[in-house]
Each structure stands twice: as C-alpha cells, then as structure tokens.
C-alpha cells in the first residue's frame, strides 16, 4: 500500500479553470507535507511546506492546505506556465530516524 | 537553485561497467541525499549523507556505495551498472528557511546502462 497517493494521476485544464490536486497518505506522526514543481528534464522545485492541520501556504496562483489525512493544491486561474508535474511528499519518523516519501506526482497541462 | 550541480548531465554506459555520478554544492549544507527517478514510481532515496564521512542507506539502497571526503562533494557509485539501474538520478540538499525545512535538487542525471 502507498504510503503517499496522489490524483489525479493527470489533469488537462483550460487557461483560467481553477482545480484542485491531491496528496492523501497515510503514515503516523507527520513532520511535514511537502509540494513541489517538476518541469520536463528538471529537477523538482520546492513550493511549500506544511505542518500541521489548517495550515495554508500561497503563492502567485497557488494555495496548499493540510488536513489529517490529505494535502490540496489548489490552482487558481492557471496559465499556460503552470503545466508541470506536481510532487507530494511526506516526512515521518521511523525507527529513531525520519523518512521522507514522495507521491508519483500529478501532470498538470493547461491550455491556451 | 542552490548552488547544486551534477556531472554528468548524461551518460550511456554497459552492464557490469562501474559508473560515479558527482554532486557538487557550494553552499557548505551539511545534508546531501541521492534519489532515483523512474516512471511509475515517486522519487526514491537512494543514499544520503548528514555531514563528511557520515552516509546511511536509503530505501533503494542495493547495489549504490557513496563518499563523501568533503561537504562540497557527495559521489554515488555503482560499482558494476545494471539494466535496472537505468533511471534519472537526483542529488539533493536539504536547509532551514525561516522556520521551515526545504530540500532543494539538481538539475539531474540521466543514466542509461546497456
């Protein structure tokens, strides 16, 4: 069972559809939700960071919000510029040490 | 970008042919880690390093030795390269900014063994 799922798996928007993206997981203890921008060839770009429940981060068109269970990514008014891979990650303690794993990511295309 | 760089940036090489890939930051971060990026599959942690000559196993960890003799350099080695390990590998630090902690990654390294 993955510890870190996220969906949809890939997501077509028009330029200006606001949506959402999703982490959910399911390991104990969170020491913190971690979002990130991945563009074709590069390597992932951190966003934000989140840890506790109700916590939210914005930036430009982007907001993450936290809960128990889940993280959103919600994308409002998407440009063009926006298509990328989004990364969930997740960090928590096992066996003395902590442990951070990454979701398979959501494609995000938005078209003109 | 945080000052990382990877070397190579590509590499073609045949199985059973030993192969290091370098990760370079100038930035003194006294954690570095090394992922592996492969379709179907989230980022995973290869090896990773929490100062000089301290190293642990990641989850991917079989068939991977790394060094590391300065805080600059953080190398990945495999000692005789499979098929399997074919993959884009990732190098990472990680840092504390403003309260939070951030892991910032290269640009990448796109390995194909033969």
């Known amino acids: 069972e993955d510890q870190v799922t996220q969906s949809p798996e890939a997501l077509r928007l028009q330029e200006g559809e606001s949506s959402s993206l999703n982490c959910s997981y399911t390991?104990?203890?969170?020491?913190?939700l971690f979002w990130y921008r991945q563009d074709p060839g590069k390597g992932p770009e951190f966003l934000f960071t989140?840890?506790?429940a109700g916590e939210e981060k914005e930036k430009e068109r982007l907001k993450a919000t936290l809960t128990k269970k889940e993280s959103f990514l919600h994308i409002t008014a998407p440009k063009p510029e926006d298509s990328a891979t989004y990364l969930c990650?997740?960090?928590?303690?096992?066996?003395?040490?902590?442990?951070?794993?990454f979701g398979k990511g959501t494609k995000l295309t938005v078209n003109p | 970008d945080a000052g990382i760089t990877q070397s190579p940036r590509h590499k073609v090489t045949e199985t059973g042919t030993p192969v290091t890939l370098r990760c370079h930051q100038t930035?003194?971060?006294?954690?570095m880690y090394w992922y592996r990026q492969d379709p179907g599959h989230g980022l995973r942690l290869i090896h990773y390093?929490?100062?000089?000559?301290?190293?642990d196993k990641g989850e991917v960890s079989d068939g991977y030795s790394v060094s590391r003799s300065k805080t600059e350099d953080f190398l990945l080695t495999l000692e005789s390269a499979t098929s399997s390990q074919t993959s884009v590998y990732f190098c990472?630090?990680?840092?504390?900014?403003?309260?939070?902690?951030?892991?910032?990654f290269g640009p990448g390294t796109r390995l194909t063994v033969l």
């Open positions: 990650a997740v960090r928590y303690p096992q066996g003395g040490s902590e442990k951070l794993v």
């Open positions: 390991v104990s203890g969170l020491r913190g």
């Open positions: 990472a630090i990680s840092e504390e900014v403003a309260g939070n902690n951030e892991q910032f």
């Open positions: 989140l840890y506790s």
């Open positions: 390093s929490y100062g000089v000559k301290d190293t």
């Open positions: 930035e003194n971060h006294r954690y």
